[in-house]
C-alpha cells in the first residue's frame, strides 16, 4: 500500500471516529440528568435546590427544620442573597370524600438532579401517589414548587391541600457590622393576585407566593404556627382540585422575593407563574451543555461519574448578586458567599473550560478587595453584602496572582491579562513589602490552615509567592514590559532555591511548616496547646491531653536547640506537599517527601489536615496530593487520591461529597474539583496549554489497567479540542481534533523503545521535545513491533 492511499484511508478512519464521537454527544448527560435517589436512606440530611440568585435548602424527608452554626439555625431555607426569604413551607392534603388527612411530613424517597429535586411520598389516602418537585431558575429570584398527584384507583378523588409557609425576612451573616438588623415580618392576602405578601417592618426586603393558575385559593385564618428560629410569621393557604381515576392533577407554587422593592417581587413571581415550564427546560439544557464541556470517558466509570457531577457541584454555588457581583462561593450550607481560597476551584473551572465564570470570580475578588484593603491585598472572605470578616490571609494573595496566571495560560486573553496586571503587581508589592519585614523574600503571615499562634513564614505561603512571580513575570512579558518580567522572573527564581534551601529538613526527610527563630518555634507550640484548651479543661478528651504532651514536648525541643532561623516542624500540616504541588521540589527529594507522607501522614482518606492531630481530613487536601504526585509522573499514586475522594461521593447527599472526609461539613464545597479535575485534564491527559501562542502539549499518563480514553469539548484559547487515546490492532491510536486551524499540538507522552510513529500515515520521529503537528485533525500512531 503506498503512503498516499494509506494516508486516505487513516485520514478517513480518524474522520469516522469524530462523527461517531459527535453522534453520542447527545446521550453522554442523560445518566446523569437522571438524577441520582437516596433509596429511602440519609432523610435528615440536607440538600439544595440551586440557583444563581435564589437557592433553597432542606432535608431528604422534605422539612425544613433550623439548620446551620454561621447564624444558628438559619442557614437553611430559600435564600436571595443578601436576605433570606422563609424558613421552609409545608403541606397538608386531605381526600374531601373520607376527610382522611395526610401530612407531607417525610418522603419514601429523594433524588437529586443537576437542575431541582424530586420528593415521592408514594401512596397515600387509597391509592393517590403524590411528588413534589422543586427548582429554582437561574437568573430569577425565585423558586418553583410543584406538586403531583396521581390518582391509581378507580374513584374521582376531590383533595383540599394547605399549604403553609413560614417567613424569616433577614439579612446574611455578618449584616450586623454593616448596622443592617433584621426586624419582625409581617404578612397580608392580596385578593386581586391570590398570593401573599411577607414584608420586614424595618427593611426593603419582600417575599411574595401562590399558586399558578389555581381556582379559588382561600386564605386560612389564624393558622397553626410553625416553630423555627427568628422573626418570621406563619401563612397557610387552601385550594381544592379534583383528580379523576388512572389520572394525574398538578398545583404549582411560586416563591419570589426581592431585597428592594415589593414590585420587584410581584412581577417576578408573575414571571414565574407564566414561564416555569420553558425555564426548566432552558435550565436542563445549562447542565446538560456543563456535563458536556471538558467531556471525558475513561474506563473508570465511577470516577467519570464522579467528574461530572463535580462540574455539577460547582455551578450550584454560582452566587449573582445586584452590587456586589458574580463568582463561584465556597460551599453549602456554611458558606455561600466567596473566599479568596476559592483560587482552587478556580483552577478547575479553568481547565475544565469555563472561563466566563473564572474570570468573574477573580473580578469580584479583586474589586472587594480594592474596596476592603486597597494595597494589593486580597480578602478571605466576603459576604453577599459586601462584609469582610478577614481581610485576608497571606497566602491568598499570591495564590489569586497565581491563578491569573493559568487562567491566561489556557485563554491567551490579552485584555484580561492588562486588566489583571495592576493587581498583580500591586498584591506582588504588598507581598514583598508590608509582609516581608525581614526582606528574606519570604512573605509573613497566616497562611490556608489558620492555626492559632503560627503567624510565621509558611511554606504554603512562601510557594504560592515563587508562583505568582513566576505568573507576573510571564504575562509581564507579554505585555512587553521586559524590566518587569526580568525582575519577577529573577525574584521567583531566587526565591524557588530558597524554599529548598531553608524549608527543607533533610535529618526529616520533609519540608518544614515555617521558618524563623527558636522563638516562634516555640510560640507556635504554645498557640496550638492553647488552641486545644480553648475547648475548656472539662471538656479535653484523651486525644486532646495526649496532643497537649506532644507540644509540650516540642517547647522542650526547641529550647534545647541552637539559637537561629532554621525550618520547623510543628503540626505537619498538609500544606508542607506545596513544594510538590507546583512542582518546585527536586525530583528525589521530592519522591523521598511524597512516600514519607503517604507512609505516616495519611489517615483513611487522604493527608491529615495536621499529622500531629491525625484528625481531621479533607477534600482539599488529598486533592492537592494528587496534584503533586502527578506532577512527578506518579500516575497511580495520583488516582490513589482521588480515589480516596471518589469514595465519600454520594456520602450524605446524592450527587455531591462533602467537605471534610468522610461525611460532615459541608455538604457540598467547590474546592473538591481541584482533586478531581486536574489530576485527570492536566495530568492523565496530560493537557499543558499556551493558547497565547496557539500550542498545546499534550503529555498523557495512563493509569494501570486503563487503555482507551478521550478528552472533547475542551476550551484553550477561541479554541475547542479533543484528544483520545485508543489501542486497537495496529497499535496506540492518539487522535487529535481542533475547531480552528493555525495550532500547534505537541504529543509527548513516553518514547517506546522499538517503536515507530506515524501521523496522518506518514512516518515521524519522536524526538526529545516530542512529535510536533498542526491542522485541525490528527491521527498519531504507535507502532509496537
Known sequence: MNSAIR????????????????????????????????????????????????????????????????????????????????????????????????????????????????????????????????????????????????????????????????????????????????????????????????????????????????????PIADPQPIHTSGRGVTAASRYSLSVDPQSTSHLTFIIAGSATEQNAAVNTYKYLAKHHASLLEKKKRHYASIIERARIRIPDHRLQEVYNWVKVNTEWLVRDVPGIGRGLGGGLMEYPWWFGTETYSVQALIASGDFDLAKQTLRLLRNQSMKANGNGRIVHEVTTNGAVSNPGNTQETAQFILTVGKLFDWTGDLDFAKEMYPAMTLGLNWLLTDMDQNHDLFPEGYGIMEVYGLNAELIDVAVYTQQALQATARIAGVLNEPGAAQRYRQLASQLEVKINEDFWLEEDGSYADFYGTKAQAISAAEGAIRQIELKGANNLTQRDKERIRYYEHLKLKFSAMPTGSRGW?????????????????????????????????????????????????????????????????????????????????????????????????????????????????????????????????????????????????????????????????????????????????????????????????????????????????????????
Not at 484559547?717 to 487515546?725: D, E
Open 7 to 218: 494516508s486516505a484511508l487513516l485520514s478517513l478512519v480518524l474522520a469516522l471516529t469524530i462523527v461517531q464521537s459527535l453522534r453520542s454527544q447527545n446521550d453522554y448527560a442523560t445518566p446523569i440528568l437522571a438524577g441520582i435517589s437516596n433509596h429511602g436512606e440519609n432523610k435528615v440530611q440536607p440538600y439544595v435546590t440551586a440557583g444563581d440568585r435564589a437557592y433553597l435548602i432542606g432535608t431528604q424527608d422534605g422539612n425544613f427544620p433550623d439548620m446551620g452554626e454561621h447564624v444558628p439555625g438559619e442557614m437553611g431555607g430559600l435564600w436571595l442573597h443578601p436576605i433570606k426569604l422563609i424558613d421552609g413551607f409545608w403541606a397538608t392534603v386531605t381526600d374531601v370524600a373520607t376527610n382522611r388527612e395526610f401530612a407531607l411530613s417525610e418522603s419514601a424517597e429523594f433524588v437529586n438532579y443537576p437542575f431541582g429535586n424530586r420528593f415521592r411520598y408514594g401512596a397515600v389516602l387509597d391509592s393517590l401517589e403524590i411528588e413534589r418537585f422543586q427548582f429554582s431558575p437561574d437568573g430569577q429570584e425565585g423558586l418553583i414548587v410543584q406538586y403531583t398527584f396521581k390518582n391509581a384507583g378507580a374513584r374521582k378523588k376531590r383533595l383540599r391541600f394547605d399549604f403553609s409557609v413560614k417567613t424569616d425576612l433577614r439579612p446574611v451573616w455578618f449584616s450586623e457590622r454593616l448596622g443592617i438588623a433584621d426586624a419582625q415580618d409581617v404578612v397580608t392576602w392580596q385578593g386581586s393576585d391570590n398570593v401573599f405578601i411577607a414584608r420586614d417592618v424595618a427593611n426593603s426586603w419582600f417575599s411574595v407566593w401562590g399558586a399558578a393558575e389555581s381556582a379559588d385559593p382561600q
Open 569 to 785: 516542624i510543628t503540626n505537619k500540616n498538609w500544606v508542607i506537599t506545596t513544594p510538590m504541588e507546583t512542582g518546585i521540589a527536586p525530583r528525589a527529594r521530592a519522591i523521598q517527601a511524597l512516600d514519607k507522607i503517604r507512609n505516616e501522614n495519611v489517615g483513611a482518606y487522604g493527608p491529615f489536615l495536621s499529622a500531629a492531630e491525625r484528625q481531621a481530613m479533607m477534600t482539599i487536601s488529598t486533592g492537592v496530593q494528587a496534584v503533586s504526585e502527578g506532577n512527578y509522573g506518579r500516575t497511580d499514586e495520583a488516582l490513589w487520591y482521588v480515589d480516596k475522594i471518589v469514595q465519600t461521593f454520594n456520602r450524605k447527599s446524592p450527587g455531591s461529597i462533602t467537605e471534610m472526609m468522610p461525611d460532615y461539613g459541608c455538604f457540598t464545597i467547590a474546592w473538591t474539583s481541584y482533586g478531581i479535575e486536574l489530576p485527570l485534564i492536566q495530568h492523565v491527559f496530560g493537557i499543558q496549554p499556551d493558547a497565547i501562542n496557539k500550542t498545546v502539549v499534550f503529555d498523557p499518563h495512563v493509569p494501570t489497567g486503563w487503555e482507551d480514553m478521550s478528552i472533547e469539548n475542551l476550551a484553550i484559547g477561541t479554541n475547542i479540542v479533543a484528544f483520545s487515546r485508543a489501542k486497537t490492532g495496529r497499535g496506540i491510536e492518539y487522535a487529535i481534533e481542533a475547531k480552528e486551524s493555525g495550532w500547534t499540538f505537541v504529543f509527548k507522552g513516553k518514547e517506546l523503545p522499538g517503536a515507530k510513529y506515524y501521523v496522518n500515515g506518514r512516518p515521524v520521529s519522536f524526538t526529545g521535545s516530542g512529535i510536533r503537528m498542526s491542522g485541525r485533525r490528527n491521527l498519531l500512531v504507535v507502532q509496537i513491533d
